[in-house]
């Protein structure tokens, strides 16, 4: 056969995208497209957070649409428990399993478990709420699963946006609920390989900076390929809760992913989750900021640390 001057195959290497307002309408929709449900099964790690303000955004539209829902464990750095997951897929009827990149970071395991899941017909949703860059620059995760889904304003300045990508046929009627493509800011409308290298570099500077504290702070992840959406860390030496009310008086934009878990998780059952969740503090690490703000930032990190460690001795 000969060769064409250029590409012809339009379907080679396609990824069909569905805008949303927000990741949770995109997930809703896909839950949607892969029924009629009975009594299957929608399998989630055991890392879900809950706020007031905002509810849970993998977990509510399960619940909305009353379909039964279970956890697999984790580690106390959020890695996949391998053997809880072969568990849940030998006891539960899987529909689906979902996979969280949390804050852009590929798990260990990521291959093996998407190919138990796979091994007995389960379909795999890869949750990039964080990792859209990671997926998008590096092109590590997003392609193993039978659809991925994108949140736009967790990594870019824009005030919504959510998104579906297919890479099987599974689900694929969610994307006739998708909005006219001139709805939502696309992602790939910014310099995604410019903001990717920030949010790296940003990440390795504090990487370095927080060997003076660790004592005080563990880094959850060390960076190496991925694009990070925010720095996990686990304050071990002084209140989390009162070191970012500290650090956010201070003018400083952290937050703690997720410092609330969602009740269905029990204690008990999976005490690594709690456990990181009592202890876990995210540092911006975004595009905006600059080496000299995280030296300010560490600085102020550092005293608070010393001050709140004092006050609870």
Known sequence: MLIEKSPKRTTAFARPVALFNRARDA????????????DEVVLLPAY??????????????????????????LDDRLKIDVAS?????????????????????????????????QKVGVTVLEDEAHAMLTDLTTGRCGRLGDAALFSLHKLLPVPLGGALVLNTDRGASAAHEGLPIDHIP?????????????????????????????????ILRPLSYEVPQSMPVLIKTASRDMLYAAMNDAGYGCVSLYHTLVSDIDKAAFPSAHAVSRRIFNLPVHQDVMPEQLDRLVDCLAENIIMLGASGR
């Open 186 to 218: 696309l992602p790939w409308s910014a310099d995604l390989f410019g903001i990717s290298g920030r949010r790296r570099d940003n990440y390795w500077y504090l990487q370095a900076r927080l060997k003076d504290l660790e004592q005080d702070v563990t």
């Open 27 to 38: 997930f809703s929709a896909y839950l949607r497209a892969l029924g009629p449900w009975h």
């Open 48 to 73: 879900v957070g809950w706020s007031p303000r905002e509810g849970s955004g993998v977990l509510d539209p399960v619940s909305q649409l009353g379909l039964r829902y279970a956890f697999y464990a």
């Open 85 to 117: 997951v072969q568990r849940c897929l030998d006891q539960y009827p899987v529909r689906l399993f979902v996979i969280i990149h949390f804050f852009g970071f590929i798990d260990p395991a990521y291959e093996e478990v998407v190919g138990l899941a």
